[in-house]
């Protein structure tokens, strides 16, 4: 059964579990934002019952170049929170869960692939 809460309150957890990254990994990341959102919408082509968790949208750093920051947008890390909650029971849940999903799209940032992170433990 999928864990209810408001979206100030998922905003509030999803919060906690920001400040549980460390701050030396947060202090890496070059020009990313996190966003949260209900759920994924699939794009064309794709299965339209795709559910993700969250979402990396960016140039992973080991991409780019040195000319590669003249106007560029912010990466985009988004948290979807109906998924979340879908496969949670309890806040404590949550909480890690959107810990996992945060560190998983952080490693994007840092051009690590979902190969990886699964061989990891991240998957």
């Not at 949260?36 to 699939?42: A, F, Q």
């Not at 949208?57 to 979807?80: C, K, Q, S, V, Y």
């Not at 490693?107 to 061989?119: M, P, V």
Request: charged share 30%; proline share 3%; hydrophobic share 40%.
């Amino acid at each position: 059964m999928a864990f209810e809460m408001t979206d100030d309150e998922f905003e509030l957890l999803a919060e906690r579990a920001l400040d549980e990254i460390p701050h030396n990994l947060l202090a890496l990341m070059d020009n990313v934002a996190i966003f949260i959102e209900d759920s994924y919408i699939p794009r064309r082509g794709e299965d339209p019952d795709t559910k993700l968790l969250g979402l990396y949208e960016g140039t992973a750093l080991t991409e780019r170049d040195g000319g590669w920051d003249a106007g560029a947008m912010p990466d985009r890390i988004t948290i979807f929170k109906d998924a979340i909650l879908e496969i949670c029971s309890s806040e404590k849940e949550v909480i890690e869960e959107v810990g996992i999903t945060v560190v998983h799209e952080i490693a994007h940032h840092f051009g690590i692939d979902d190969q990886r992170l699964h061989d990891l433990g991240w998957g």
